[in-house]
Protein backbone atom coordinates (compact mmCIF):
# COMPACT_ATOMS: atom_id res chain seq x y z
CA UNK A 1 0.00 0.00 0.00
CA UNK A 2 1.36 3.85 -1.04
CA UNK A 3 1.72 5.75 1.70
CA UNK A 4 -0.26 9.12 1.29
CA UNK A 5 1.56 12.46 2.77
CA UNK A 6 0.30 15.65 3.16
CA UNK A 7 2.56 18.36 2.89
CA UNK A 8 1.40 22.28 4.31
CA UNK A 9 3.89 25.24 3.61
CA UNK A 10 3.10 28.12 2.57
CA UNK A 11 6.30 28.55 -0.03
CA UNK A 12 5.09 27.33 -3.35
CA UNK A 13 8.01 26.64 -4.48
CA UNK A 14 9.09 24.57 -1.09
CA UNK A 15 6.06 22.25 -1.72
CA UNK A 16 6.68 21.71 -5.10
CA UNK A 17 10.45 20.26 -4.69
CA UNK A 18 9.22 18.08 -1.65
CA UNK A 19 6.33 16.96 -3.57
CA UNK A 20 8.65 15.49 -6.16
CA UNK A 21 10.84 14.04 -3.24
CA UNK A 22 8.00 12.40 -2.29
CA UNK A 23 6.55 11.03 -5.49
CA UNK A 24 9.98 9.66 -6.76
CA UNK A 25 10.40 7.86 -3.47
CA UNK A 26 6.77 6.09 -4.00
CA UNK A 27 4.92 8.13 -2.14
CA UNK A 28 0.80 9.84 -2.89
CA UNK A 29 1.42 13.61 -1.96
CA UNK A 30 -1.32 16.40 -0.98
CA UNK A 31 0.10 19.54 -0.80
CA UNK A 32 -1.37 22.79 0.35
CA UNK A 33 -0.77 26.22 1.78
CA UNK A 34 -2.48 26.69 4.76
CA UNK A 35 -3.58 24.75 7.69
CA UNK A 36 -7.15 25.43 7.06
CA UNK A 37 -7.05 24.21 3.83
CA UNK A 38 -5.20 20.79 5.40
CA UNK A 39 -7.72 19.97 7.59
CA UNK A 40 -10.09 19.00 5.11
CA UNK A 41 -7.26 16.52 3.36
CA UNK A 42 -5.98 15.23 6.87
CA UNK A 43 -8.25 12.28 6.91
CA UNK A 44 -6.63 10.60 3.86
CA UNK A 45 -3.23 11.31 5.14
CA UNK A 46 -0.93 8.67 6.51
CA UNK A 47 1.53 11.61 7.78
CA UNK A 48 1.17 15.15 7.90
CA UNK A 49 4.35 17.36 7.23
CA UNK A 50 3.83 20.73 7.92
CA UNK A 51 5.55 24.38 8.30
CA UNK A 52 5.30 26.12 11.82
CA UNK A 53 4.72 29.94 10.46
CA UNK A 54 1.81 29.85 8.49
CA UNK A 55 -0.89 32.30 7.47
CA UNK A 56 -3.79 32.12 9.64
CA UNK A 57 -3.83 28.68 11.99
CA UNK A 58 -0.56 27.82 12.69
CA UNK A 59 1.50 24.46 12.32
CA UNK A 60 0.89 23.67 16.15
CA UNK A 61 -2.61 24.66 16.13
CA UNK A 62 -3.09 22.65 13.07
CA UNK A 63 -1.52 19.84 15.23
CA UNK A 64 -3.97 20.48 18.25
CA UNK A 65 -7.03 19.92 15.74
CA UNK A 66 -5.66 17.21 14.38
CA UNK A 67 -5.19 15.62 18.05
CA UNK A 68 -8.83 16.70 18.69
CA UNK A 69 -10.08 14.58 15.96
CA UNK A 70 -8.48 11.94 17.45
CA UNK A 71 -6.83 10.98 14.49
CA UNK A 72 -3.65 8.67 14.08
CA UNK A 73 -1.13 10.51 11.55
CA UNK A 74 2.26 11.19 12.57
CA UNK A 75 2.70 14.94 12.59
CA UNK A 76 6.18 16.09 11.31
CA UNK A 77 6.81 20.51 11.70
CA UNK A 78 9.26 22.45 10.23
CA UNK A 79 10.08 25.77 10.41
CA UNK A 80 12.69 28.18 9.61
CA UNK A 81 12.61 29.80 13.43
CA UNK A 82 13.79 26.55 15.63
CA UNK A 83 14.66 26.44 18.86
CA UNK A 84 14.90 23.88 21.74
CA UNK A 85 11.92 25.38 23.43
CA UNK A 86 9.90 25.32 19.84
CA UNK A 87 11.07 21.85 19.19
CA UNK A 88 9.85 20.96 22.71
CA UNK A 89 6.47 22.38 22.49
CA UNK A 90 5.47 21.44 19.08
CA UNK A 91 6.44 17.45 20.77
CA UNK A 92 4.67 18.27 23.65
CA UNK A 93 1.93 18.93 21.39
CA UNK A 94 2.58 15.39 20.16
CA UNK A 95 4.19 16.20 17.12
CA UNK A 96 6.34 12.86 16.36
CA UNK A 97 9.82 14.57 14.42
CA UNK A 98 11.08 18.47 14.03
CA UNK A 99 12.94 19.69 11.06
CA UNK A 100 14.68 22.76 11.23
CA UNK A 101 14.90 24.65 7.57
CA UNK A 102 16.81 24.41 5.94
CA UNK A 103 17.75 20.42 5.68
CA UNK A 104 18.76 18.33 2.95
CA UNK A 105 16.11 16.01 1.28
CA UNK A 106 17.91 12.82 2.45
CA UNK A 107 17.27 14.03 6.38
CA UNK A 108 13.60 14.79 5.47
CA UNK A 109 13.41 10.98 4.21
CA UNK A 110 15.11 9.82 6.90
CA UNK A 111 13.04 11.43 9.07
CA UNK A 112 9.47 10.74 7.07
CA UNK A 113 10.66 6.61 7.58
CA UNK A 114 11.14 6.66 10.90
CA UNK A 115 7.85 8.28 11.95
CA UNK A 116 5.69 5.84 9.24
CA UNK A 117 7.84 3.11 11.03
CA UNK A 118 6.68 4.15 14.61
CA UNK A 119 2.77 4.57 12.49
CA UNK A 120 3.04 1.09 11.94
CA UNK A 121 3.96 -0.01 15.26
CA UNK A 122 1.38 1.82 16.81
CA UNK A 123 -1.50 0.92 14.40
CA UNK A 124 -0.36 -2.91 14.98
CA UNK A 125 -0.13 -2.74 18.78
CA UNK A 126 -4.00 -1.58 18.92
CA UNK A 127 -4.95 -4.36 16.73
CA UNK A 128 -3.09 -6.41 18.05
CA UNK A 129 -4.65 -7.06 21.54
CA UNK A 130 -7.66 -8.67 19.41
CA UNK A 131 -5.51 -10.63 16.74
CA UNK A 132 -2.84 -12.18 19.24
CA UNK A 133 -3.26 -15.74 20.49
CA UNK A 134 -2.77 -16.24 23.71
CA UNK A 135 1.39 -16.62 24.30
CA UNK A 136 1.59 -16.97 27.96
CA UNK A 137 5.71 -16.86 27.60
CA UNK A 138 8.42 -14.56 25.99
CA UNK A 139 11.46 -16.08 26.86
CA UNK A 140 11.97 -16.25 30.39
CA UNK A 141 8.67 -13.64 31.08
CA UNK A 142 5.97 -15.71 32.83
CA UNK A 143 2.29 -14.17 32.24
CA UNK A 144 -1.13 -14.85 31.71
CA UNK A 145 -2.75 -11.57 32.61
CA UNK A 146 -3.79 -9.09 30.33
CA UNK A 147 -1.39 -6.26 31.21
CA UNK A 148 1.52 -8.55 30.28
CA UNK A 149 -0.42 -9.77 27.42
CA UNK A 150 -0.37 -6.93 26.02
CA UNK A 151 3.49 -6.22 26.65
CA UNK A 152 4.11 -9.16 24.68
CA UNK A 153 2.35 -7.82 21.75
CA UNK A 154 5.08 -4.48 21.58
CA UNK A 155 8.30 -6.79 22.32
CA UNK A 156 7.01 -9.09 18.82
CA UNK A 157 5.87 -5.56 17.07
CA UNK A 158 9.07 -3.29 18.31
CA UNK A 159 11.72 -5.75 18.40
CA UNK A 160 12.06 -6.13 14.69
CA UNK A 161 12.55 -1.72 14.82
CA UNK A 162 15.35 0.23 15.81
CA UNK A 163 12.49 2.12 17.80
CA UNK A 164 13.75 3.76 20.22
CA UNK A 165 11.81 1.80 23.54
CA UNK A 166 10.91 3.27 27.38
CA UNK A 167 10.40 0.84 29.87
CA UNK A 168 8.82 2.02 33.27
CA UNK A 169 8.10 0.04 36.18
CA UNK A 170 9.23 -0.29 39.99
CA UNK A 171 12.34 -2.31 40.67
CA UNK A 172 11.83 -6.09 40.61
CA UNK A 173 9.15 -6.17 37.74
CA UNK A 174 11.70 -7.18 34.69
CA UNK A 175 12.70 -4.32 32.76
CA UNK A 176 16.15 -5.84 32.38
CA UNK A 177 14.81 -8.99 30.78
CA UNK A 178 11.78 -7.08 28.73
CA UNK A 179 15.24 -5.18 27.56
CA UNK A 180 17.14 -8.65 26.43
CA UNK A 181 13.70 -9.62 24.84
CA UNK A 182 13.73 -6.83 22.65
CA UNK A 183 17.32 -7.35 21.64
CA UNK A 184 17.67 -10.92 21.03
CA UNK A 185 14.07 -10.89 18.68
CA UNK A 186 15.85 -7.92 16.79
CA UNK A 187 17.60 -7.89 13.65
CA UNK A 188 20.71 -7.44 16.04
CA UNK A 189 20.45 -10.17 18.07
CA UNK A 190 23.98 -11.45 17.05
CA UNK A 191 25.33 -7.83 17.72
CA UNK A 192 26.35 -6.48 21.15
CA UNK A 193 23.91 -6.58 24.17
CA UNK A 194 25.37 -3.47 26.16
CA UNK A 195 23.45 -2.59 29.91
CA UNK A 196 24.48 0.83 31.50
CA UNK A 197 23.25 0.56 35.25
CA UNK A 198 23.21 4.72 35.58
CA UNK A 199 23.01 4.86 39.26
CA UNK A 200 26.24 2.19 39.75
CA UNK A 201 28.55 5.03 37.69
CA UNK A 202 29.76 7.51 39.65
CA UNK A 203 28.40 11.46 38.08
CA UNK A 204 32.27 12.39 37.34
CA UNK A 205 33.03 8.94 35.41
CA UNK A 206 30.07 8.67 33.69
CA UNK A 207 31.23 10.79 30.83
CA UNK A 208 34.22 8.97 30.01
CA UNK A 209 32.19 5.47 30.79
CA UNK A 210 30.20 6.04 27.89
CA UNK A 211 31.88 7.42 25.24
CA UNK A 212 34.98 6.72 26.11
CA UNK A 213 38.39 8.35 26.65
CA UNK A 214 41.69 9.29 24.94
CA UNK A 215 45.14 8.85 26.39
CA UNK A 216 46.32 12.02 28.43
CA UNK A 217 42.25 13.02 28.75
CA UNK A 218 43.20 13.27 32.51
CA UNK A 219 44.95 11.86 35.29
CA UNK A 220 45.51 8.24 35.18
CA UNK A 221 44.53 8.05 31.70
CA UNK A 222 47.50 6.06 30.32
CA UNK A 223 45.78 4.64 27.49
CA UNK A 224 42.58 5.00 25.04
CA UNK A 225 39.63 3.50 25.97
CA UNK A 226 36.13 2.96 23.95
CA UNK A 227 32.97 3.96 25.96
CA UNK A 228 29.78 2.01 25.58
CA UNK A 229 28.20 3.32 22.83
CA UNK A 230 31.55 2.18 20.99
CA UNK A 231 31.56 -1.33 22.22
CA UNK A 232 27.71 -1.32 21.21
CA UNK A 233 27.76 -0.36 17.88
CA UNK A 234 25.39 -2.13 15.52
CA UNK A 235 23.57 -3.68 18.51
CA UNK A 236 21.75 -2.40 21.26
CA UNK A 237 22.47 0.01 24.66
CA UNK A 238 20.36 -0.44 27.55
CA UNK A 239 20.45 2.44 29.84
CA UNK A 240 19.57 1.19 33.23
CA UNK A 241 17.67 4.08 35.69
CA UNK A 242 17.73 6.50 32.76
CA UNK A 243 16.58 8.93 35.29
CA UNK A 244 19.90 8.36 37.77
CA UNK A 245 21.78 10.40 35.28
CA UNK A 246 22.81 13.79 35.44
CA UNK A 247 22.00 16.84 33.52
CA UNK A 248 25.53 17.40 31.59
CA UNK A 249 25.59 13.87 30.79
CA UNK A 250 21.83 13.91 29.06
CA UNK A 251 22.79 16.99 26.95
CA UNK A 252 24.96 14.23 25.28
CA UNK A 253 23.05 11.41 25.43
CA UNK A 254 20.49 13.70 23.33
CA UNK A 255 22.72 13.98 20.59
CA UNK A 256 23.59 10.02 20.33
CA UNK A 257 19.90 9.81 19.87
CA UNK A 258 19.27 12.73 17.31
CA UNK A 259 22.31 12.70 15.49
CA UNK A 260 24.71 9.45 16.59
CA UNK A 261 27.59 10.99 16.97
CA UNK A 262 29.82 11.77 20.18
CA UNK A 263 33.39 12.48 21.21
CA UNK A 264 35.53 10.74 23.42
CA UNK A 265 36.60 12.51 26.40
CA UNK A 266 39.94 14.29 25.45
CA UNK A 267 39.37 14.22 21.82
CA UNK A 268 38.01 16.44 18.80
CA UNK A 269 37.12 13.82 16.39
CA UNK A 270 33.28 13.19 15.90
CA UNK A 271 32.31 9.42 16.07
CA UNK A 272 29.44 7.72 14.72
CA UNK A 273 27.75 5.05 16.48
CA UNK A 274 24.98 2.75 15.19
CA UNK A 275 23.02 1.86 18.16
CA UNK A 276 19.47 1.21 19.15
CA UNK A 277 18.62 2.39 22.46
CA UNK A 278 16.10 0.94 25.06
CA UNK A 279 16.10 2.99 28.47
CA UNK A 280 14.32 1.92 31.70
CA UNK A 281 13.19 3.77 34.60
CA UNK A 282 11.24 3.30 37.93
CA UNK A 283 10.93 6.66 38.46
CA UNK A 284 8.58 9.17 37.49
CA UNK A 285 9.95 11.22 34.86
CA UNK A 286 7.09 13.09 34.47
CA UNK A 287 7.54 14.35 37.70
CA UNK A 288 11.34 14.70 37.23
CA UNK A 289 10.72 17.36 34.13
CA UNK A 290 8.19 19.53 36.63
CA UNK A 291 11.25 19.28 39.01
CA UNK A 292 13.32 20.51 36.18
CA UNK A 293 15.69 17.49 36.91
CA UNK A 294 15.09 15.46 33.43
CA UNK A 295 15.16 17.31 30.01
CA UNK A 296 11.78 17.00 28.26
CA UNK A 297 13.48 16.73 24.82
CA UNK A 298 15.31 14.20 25.85
CA UNK A 299 12.13 12.32 27.54
CA UNK A 300 10.46 13.11 24.14
CA UNK A 301 12.98 11.48 22.10
CA UNK A 302 13.31 8.47 24.49
CA UNK A 303 9.71 8.00 24.83
CA UNK A 304 9.01 6.72 21.44
CA UNK A 305 7.59 3.37 22.48
CA UNK A 306 6.89 3.43 25.88
CA UNK A 307 6.08 0.24 28.06
CA UNK A 308 4.52 0.31 31.31
CA UNK A 309 5.40 -2.95 33.37
CA UNK A 310 2.30 -2.94 35.75
CA UNK A 311 3.71 -4.22 39.69
CA UNK A 312 2.78 -7.86 40.34
CA UNK A 313 0.02 -6.93 43.08
CA UNK A 314 -1.70 -5.86 40.20
CA UNK A 315 -1.65 -8.74 38.29
CA UNK A 316 -1.66 -11.63 41.07
CA UNK A 317 -3.42 -13.96 38.25
CA UNK A 318 0.47 -14.39 37.24
CA UNK A 319 1.68 -15.75 40.72
CA UNK A 320 0.57 -19.17 40.41
CA UNK A 321 2.42 -19.41 36.65
CA UNK A 322 5.49 -17.56 38.37
CA UNK A 323 5.63 -19.53 41.30
CA UNK A 324 5.40 -22.66 39.10
CA UNK A 325 8.23 -21.76 36.92
CA UNK A 326 10.42 -20.78 39.47
CA UNK A 327 9.59 -24.21 41.55
CA UNK A 328 11.09 -25.80 38.32
CA UNK A 329 13.77 -23.28 37.73
CA UNK A 330 15.44 -23.89 41.23
CA UNK A 331 14.31 -27.81 41.90
CA UNK A 332 17.68 -29.04 40.81
CA UNK A 333 19.61 -27.10 43.43
CA UNK A 334 17.55 -28.89 46.47
CA UNK A 335 18.37 -32.11 44.86
CA UNK A 336 15.12 -32.85 42.89
CA UNK A 337 13.18 -33.74 46.37
CA UNK A 338 10.81 -30.83 46.01
CA UNK A 339 8.91 -30.59 42.60
CA UNK A 340 5.61 -28.97 43.39
CA UNK A 341 4.08 -26.03 45.32
CA UNK A 342 0.56 -26.83 46.79
CA UNK A 343 -2.46 -24.77 46.82
CA UNK A 344 -2.68 -23.53 49.65
CA UNK A 345 1.02 -22.12 49.51
CA UNK A 346 0.03 -20.53 45.97
CA UNK A 347 -2.65 -19.03 48.01
CA UNK A 348 -0.93 -17.44 50.68
CA UNK A 349 1.67 -16.05 48.00
CA UNK A 350 -1.60 -14.34 46.52
CA UNK A 351 -2.03 -12.50 49.81
CA UNK A 352 1.12 -10.69 50.26
CA UNK A 353 1.76 -7.51 48.69
CA UNK A 354 5.27 -7.81 46.65
CA UNK A 355 6.98 -5.11 47.11
CA UNK A 356 9.93 -6.21 45.31
CA UNK A 357 7.77 -7.91 42.52
CA UNK A 358 8.98 -10.62 40.83
CA UNK A 359 12.62 -10.16 42.10
CA UNK A 360 11.04 -10.94 45.82
CA UNK A 361 8.59 -13.39 44.47
CA UNK A 362 11.84 -15.42 43.29
CA UNK A 363 13.95 -14.65 45.95
CA UNK A 364 11.21 -15.92 48.01
CA UNK A 365 10.92 -19.66 46.15
CA UNK A 366 14.60 -20.16 45.84
CA UNK A 367 14.78 -19.66 49.78
CA UNK A 368 12.12 -21.72 50.56
CA UNK A 369 12.90 -24.96 48.65
CA UNK A 370 16.15 -25.20 50.51
CA UNK A 371 14.79 -24.94 53.77
CA UNK A 372 12.01 -27.01 52.33
CA UNK A 373 11.59 -30.72 54.35
CA UNK A 374 8.97 -32.05 52.08
CA UNK A 375 8.68 -33.24 48.28
CA UNK A 376 6.55 -30.24 47.96
CA UNK A 377 6.58 -26.56 48.91
CA UNK A 378 3.56 -26.26 51.37
CA UNK A 379 2.62 -22.66 52.71
CA UNK A 380 4.36 -23.44 56.04
CA UNK A 381 7.57 -23.44 53.96
CA UNK A 382 6.72 -20.42 52.73
CA UNK A 383 8.73 -17.43 54.43
CA UNK A 384 8.07 -14.14 53.98
CA UNK A 385 9.99 -10.66 54.40
CA UNK A 386 7.82 -8.24 56.43
CA UNK A 387 9.57 -4.64 55.81
CA UNK A 388 10.03 -2.92 58.95
CA UNK A 389 7.21 -0.73 60.21
CA UNK A 390 8.17 3.04 59.46
CA UNK A 391 9.36 5.04 62.31
CA UNK A 392 5.19 6.36 63.73
CA UNK A 393 2.20 4.93 62.27
CA UNK A 394 -0.46 6.45 60.35
CA UNK A 395 -2.48 6.41 63.71
CA UNK A 396 0.52 8.29 66.15
CA UNK A 397 2.36 9.98 63.64
CA UNK A 398 4.56 13.04 65.37
CA UNK A 399 8.21 14.47 65.24
CA UNK A 400 10.44 13.31 67.70
CA UNK A 401 10.33 15.26 71.11
CA UNK A 402 12.23 18.58 71.25
CA UNK A 403 12.77 17.87 67.16
CA UNK A 404 11.83 20.10 63.78
CA UNK A 405 10.55 19.34 60.86
CA UNK A 406 14.15 20.06 59.00
CA UNK A 407 15.84 18.28 62.03
CA UNK A 408 13.77 15.46 61.31
CA UNK A 409 14.19 15.40 57.45
CA UNK A 410 18.07 15.73 58.00
CA UNK A 411 18.35 12.59 60.78
CA UNK A 412 16.24 10.60 57.84
CA UNK A 413 18.45 11.79 55.01
CA UNK A 414 21.77 10.84 57.14
CA UNK A 415 20.14 7.89 58.31
CA UNK A 416 19.41 6.83 54.48
CA UNK A 417 23.29 7.81 53.50
CA UNK A 418 24.91 5.82 56.31
CA UNK A 419 22.80 2.60 55.42
CA UNK A 420 23.76 3.05 51.92
CA UNK A 421 27.47 3.53 53.35
CA UNK A 422 27.41 7.03 51.41
CA UNK A 423 26.16 6.26 47.91
CA UNK A 424 23.77 8.87 47.37
CA UNK A 425 21.90 7.14 44.30
CA UNK A 426 21.23 4.12 46.56
CA UNK A 427 20.27 6.26 49.41
CA UNK A 428 18.19 8.79 46.76
CA UNK A 429 15.89 5.63 45.81
CA UNK A 430 15.58 4.04 49.58
CA UNK A 431 14.12 7.95 49.94
CA UNK A 432 11.87 7.79 46.92
CA UNK A 433 13.88 11.01 46.04
CA UNK A 434 16.14 11.16 42.20
CA UNK A 435 19.85 11.42 42.28
CA UNK A 436 19.72 15.18 41.73
CA UNK A 437 16.80 15.55 44.37
CA UNK A 438 19.04 14.57 46.98
CA UNK A 439 21.75 16.59 46.41
CA UNK A 440 19.53 19.80 46.13
CA UNK A 441 17.93 19.06 50.14
CA UNK A 442 21.69 17.89 50.96
CA UNK A 443 22.75 21.86 49.98
CA UNK A 444 20.31 23.59 51.32
CA UNK A 445 20.11 21.67 54.75
CA UNK A 446 24.79 22.42 54.68
CA UNK A 447 25.28 18.65 54.41
CA UNK A 448 26.50 18.45 51.00
CA UNK A 449 30.63 19.11 51.90
CA UNK A 450 30.02 16.33 54.23
CA UNK A 451 28.43 13.58 52.15
CA UNK A 452 31.06 14.05 49.60
CA UNK A 453 34.19 13.89 52.18
CA UNK A 454 35.75 10.03 51.90
CA UNK A 455 34.90 7.54 54.25
CA UNK A 456 37.33 6.83 56.74
Known amino acids: MKHCILVVDDEEKLRR ?31 VLT ?16 RRQNMHSPVIVMTAFGTVENAVEAMKAGATDFLLKPFSLDHLMTVIHKALEVRV ?65 SPRRERPFVKINCPAIPENLME ?20 KFEQADTGTVFLDEIGDVPPSIQVKLLRVLQERDFERLG ?12 AATNQDLRAALEQGTFREDLYYRLNVVPINIVPLRER ?25 ITPAAIAKLAEYHWPGNVRELENV ?18 KLDHAPAHRGSQGDF ?57 RK
Open 17 to 47: VIELQLTSAGFDVEKTGSAEEALKLVDRAHL
Open 51 to 66: DLKLPGMDGLELLSAI
Open 121 to 185: LRDENRQLREELGRRYEFDNIIGRSTAMQEIFAVIERVAPTRATVLLAGESGVGKDLIARAIHFH
Open 208 to 227: SELFGYEKGAFTGAVTTKPG
Open 267 to 278: SNKTRHTDVRVV
Open 316 to 340: KHDIPYLADHFVSKYAADTGGKVDA
Open 365 to 382: IERSLVMCNGCELDAADI
Open 398 to 454: GLPSGMTLDQYEQEIIRDALKRADGNKSQAARELGLTRNALRYRLAQMGLETEADQP
